[in-house]
């Protein structure tokens, strides 16, 4: 049902049909590089976190991590995880299938710079075996982002 709601929500922005479903589950970065043959920095992987606000959901490249110091200073408050179990209920899309597009009221959605050095990147479509291809101006138009963050460890110091 979940890839159901994500492919309708697409669909205004002619996306829907480029949905992919594999026979195999792309539930983590590592499984949907995987499945589509790409490296795993190309996921966008939708991290969600707490708020004192609500839900705060931030799509990042599939290597990146939040630095807790920039994340801070750009929002505020420390980070916080969401629990597991509230995910779908906060979202709308179970763990696994987590994307920007189409979530619950309420979830305040950013896109992180780390996933600008990317042409085309490849978030979750509302399943723990989906993706979506998306130039990055693709998703910045589908997934209503409120903005662009810069909140993520710089990946070329590691």
Do not use: H
Not at 43 to 61: C, D, N, R, Y
């Amino acid at each position: 049902m979940s890839a159901e709601k994500a492919k309708q929500y697409l669909e205004r922005f002619g996306k829907a049909c480029d949905v992919i479903e594999f026979p195999v589950s792309s539930a983590t970065v590592g499984l949907a590089a995987e499945a589509l043959g790409c490296e795993p920095a190309r996921i966008a992987k939708s991290i969600l976190l707490l708020s004192a606000e609500g839900s705060v959901m931030v799509v990042v490249a599939g290597d990146g991590k939040i630095d807790n110091r920039k994340y801070k200073d750009r929002f505020g408050e420390k980070p916080r995880m969401m629990p597991w179990e509230r995910v779908e209920e906060t979202v709308g899309y179970p763990p696994g299938g987590v994307c920007p597009f189409g979530v619950n009221e309420g979830v305040r959605i950013y896109l992180d710079e780390s996933l600008k050095r990317f042409e085309t990147v490849y978030p979750a479509a509302g399943s723990t075996n989906s993706a979506v291809p998306m130039t990055i101006a693709e998703l910045e138009r589908c997934s209503g982002a409120l903005g662009w963050v810069d909140v993520c460890r710089d990946v070329s110091a590691e």
